[in-house]
């Protein structure tokens, strides 16, 4: 079974062709970053504009790289939520009338369920059950992953996600958007030891996060540090890697708390933080020597991509999933809203 699958939740547009024997065909992703950083952030109504532009030529070559023809696929699916409401009804238009004409099935996918099933597109995918950390832009959670499709949340942020927190903290010290990963290039160079920043909700019990402090002690310090003018380099340095500090030990704190609590001996992480070099080299460590292993999709598949559209799709086609003749997209869909697979 082949089927075509779109992601245009938010700023990136992307394409994959995806065969359940035969794996990833292709995969084509167009980053909307240069539109947006005149703005400092995701501009909606700019983002939905270019994903009319850019999706069906995407279409095109993926198709093409796939050396597959319309005839070939047996459904397409695309991002049906959670996002910017105007750039997922370009992705959920184009992919509902695609099979439209083609015939074939559509499936309306969760963006948080493709990125927790990414990592089953790498050589040695992770077991079922196991705990997963969905850190991504928007979304900061503790979940337990029984089987695909059956998600139980165990803890949440309760304000700010941990890749708003790297955001925020990079745009008060001057950095472009999108803040995570240059913020992380910076932290690089500094010395986390010399600014101690809060690491909330650490010292109470349970899995819940919050990260709003962050950027309000990023703020203070940012201002106590500018007396004499701009901040040098080593102070914007210094501040980056203690913010990096704070924001990995929280998350490595929580998910080996999760861990204990349900006893899995595999992790999952998901999301665009997935990328956190300091995270992945923590974690491993912590869940080694606890003799548990974490799972990540590869780098370029833990920020938005089609792969993991397609993989969640074929997942929800093969369990009967369809979508009616209507183009629907939620901008709010609670993921624990989505029925069990299988
Ligand atoms: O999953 P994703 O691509 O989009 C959402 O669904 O939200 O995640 C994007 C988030 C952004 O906040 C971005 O700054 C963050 O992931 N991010 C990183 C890194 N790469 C991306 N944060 C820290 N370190 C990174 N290397
Ligand atoms: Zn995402």
Known sequence: MRILALESSCDESAVAVYDDALGLLAHEIYSQVDLHRLYGGVV?????????????????????????????????????????????????????????AWNVPAVGVHHLEGHLLAPLLEPSPPPFPHLALLVSGGHTMLIDVAAAGHYVLLGETRDDAAGEAFDKSAKLLGLPYPGGPELAKLAMQGRASRFDFPRPMLDRAGLEFSFSGLK??????????STSGALSDDTRAD????????????????????????????????????????????????????????????????????????????????????????????????????????
Not at 248 to 262: F, G, N, Y
Not at 329 to 342: D, F, I, K, N, S
């Open 44 to 100: 909606p109504e700019l983002a939905s504009r270019d994903h009319v532009q850019r999706l069906l030529p995407l279409v095109r070559s993926a198709l093409a790289a796939a050396d597959t023809t319309p005839s070939q696929l047996h459904g397409v699916a695309y991002t049906a939520g959670p996002g910017l409401i105007g750039a997922l009804l370009t992705g959920a238009a184009l992919g509902r009338s695609l099979a439209y």
């Open 239 to 342: 501040i980056a890697a203690g913010v990096q500090e704070a924001i990995v030990e929280t998350l490595v704190t929580k998910t080996l708390r999760a861990l204990d609590d349900t006893g899995y001996e595999a992790i999952v992480v998901a999301g665009g933080v997935g990328a956190n070099r300091l995270l992945r080299q923590r974690l491993d460590g912590a869940a080694a020597r606890r003799g548990a292993k974490v799972f990540y999709p590869r780098i370029e598949f833990c920020t938005d991509n089609a792969a993991m559209i397609a993989v969640a799709g074929m997942a929800r086609l093969k369990a009967g999933s369809r979508e009616t003749d209507a183009i629907r997209a939620r901008a709010q869909w609670p993921l624990m809203e989505l029925a069990p697979l299988g």
């Open 216 to 225: 309000t002690a990023v703020s203070l310090a940012v201002k106590a540090q």
